[in-house]
Every structure is written in structure tokens, then in C-alpha cells.
């Protein structure tokens, strides 16, 4: 089932609306997700960093199942893990750890030692699936995202996994 899936790379700004739509569904079930009730607000929060990169993930009819946002950050040897969004109603069937695996694949691809996210303290889904992914706290952080609220900072080093 899963095997079918397949993500496609869009620009933020054409694929706003479907963005969008699938934000504000996620959001309004998870309180403790980073709110962005503006469209703008919402394409600089994708878009706004350098070296970012938006994939809509669909099943194998083509149905949207969510979005994953990256950014390649060269010079600390990171690639953040800017959003993840497994839409409501396709949860805990396999699909967040897939876009997980692809995030680390392209920082393998990409020469990036370490895969990081953030996350809110409340969030013990998101969490608990980070920690099984064998994600660890690195720090904590009061502002993140600048919503006044803080996160934990994930991390996951792809060296230790693959030791030269
Ligand atoms: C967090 C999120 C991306 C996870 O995606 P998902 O599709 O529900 O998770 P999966 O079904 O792929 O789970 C993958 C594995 O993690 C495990 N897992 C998931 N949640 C877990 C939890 N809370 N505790 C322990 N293990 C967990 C699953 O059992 C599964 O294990 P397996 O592969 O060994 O069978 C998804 O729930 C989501 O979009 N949540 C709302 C938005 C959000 O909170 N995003 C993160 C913000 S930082």
C-alpha cells in the first residue's frame, strides 16, 4: 500500500491553496502546532528561509496525504525538518515515517550529518514518533518560532548510523 506512495516537489506559491487547506485541517486537530491562520504568513513560514524545499506526498490514486518542508542548512551540515503533515484521518498508517525516511535520505544525498526538527513539549504524538525514529532532545528553545512558545530541538545524527 504504502510502497505506492510518491512525492512531488511543488512551488509554494502554486500549490498555496492545497497547502494551505491541509495546514489549517492538521492544525485544528494538534493546538500544539505552530498556528497560521494568514495565507501570506503561511507562504513566508514555508518559503521565507533559504534553501527550501516543499513536497506534497499522495497515495498511489493520487490523493494528497500531506506535506513535508525542508531546509538545507550547508553550513551547519543540517537539514531541518521545517514541517511534517500527515493529514487527519491518514495518521499512524506508515506515512510520516516515510517522509521522515525521505528527509534523511536527501541529507545523506546532500553530504548533511545530522537531521533536525522542532517541536512543542505537548506534542507526545509527534514526540513519541520522533523518539521511535530514534530522534533525541537535543536543547530546548523558548521561541522557535517566534509564536511565544517553546520547543524541544530533535536531532538524529546520520554518521553515527553510518560510520565511516
Ligand atoms: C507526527 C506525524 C507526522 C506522524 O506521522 P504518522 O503517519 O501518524 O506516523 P506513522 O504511522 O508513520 O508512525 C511511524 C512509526 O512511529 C510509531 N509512532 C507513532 N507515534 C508514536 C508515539 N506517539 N509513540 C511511539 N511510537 C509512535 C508508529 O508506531 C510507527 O512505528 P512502526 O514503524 O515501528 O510501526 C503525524 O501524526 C502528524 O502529521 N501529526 C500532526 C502534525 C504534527 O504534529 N506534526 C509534527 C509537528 S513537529
Redesign the pocket.
Given at each position: 500500500m504504502g510502497d505506492e506512495m510518491h512525492a512531488e516537489e511543488v512551488d509554494v506559491r502554486q500549490a498555496l491553496t492545497e497547502l494551505f487547506e491541509i495546514e489549517l485541517r492538521?492544525a485544528g486537530?494538534?493546538p500544539?502546532?505552530v498556528q497560521i491562520k494568514d495565507r501570506e504568513k503561511f507562504f513566508e513560514f514555508l518559503a521565507g528561509q533559504p534553501n527550501s524545499s516543499t513536497w506534497i506526498w499522495k497515495d498511489e490514486s493520487g490523493k494528497p496525504v500531506?506535506y513535508l518542508t525542508l531546509i538545507d542548512k550547508p553550513e551547519e551540515s543540517v537539514l531541518e525538518?521545517l514541517?511534517?503533515?500527515?493529514?487527519n484521518g491518514?495518521?499512524?498508517?506508515?506515512?510520516?515515517?516515510?517522509?521522515?525516511e525521505f528527509a534523511e535520505k536527501r541529507a545523506e544525498e546532500l553530504g548533511r550529518g545530522t537531521v533536525m526538527?522542532?517541536?512543542?513539549p505537548d506534542?507526545?504524538?509527534?514526540?513519541?514518533?520522533?523518539?521511535?525514529?530514534g530522534y533525541s532532545i537535543a536543547r530546548r528553545a523558548e521561541n522557535y518560532y517566534g509564536d511565544g512558545t517553546p520547543r524541544y530541538i530533535l536531532e538524529k545524527s546520520l554518521r553515527e548510523r553510518h560510520p565511516k
Open positions: 492538521v486537530e494538534t500544539n502546532l500531506g525538518v514541517a511534517i503533515r500527515v493529514d491518514m495518521r499512524s498508517s506508515g506515512y510520516g515515517k516515510q517522509m521522515m526538527l522542532a517541536t512543542h506534542n507526545a504524538k509527534a514526540l513519541g514518533f520522533y523518539k521511535h525514529l
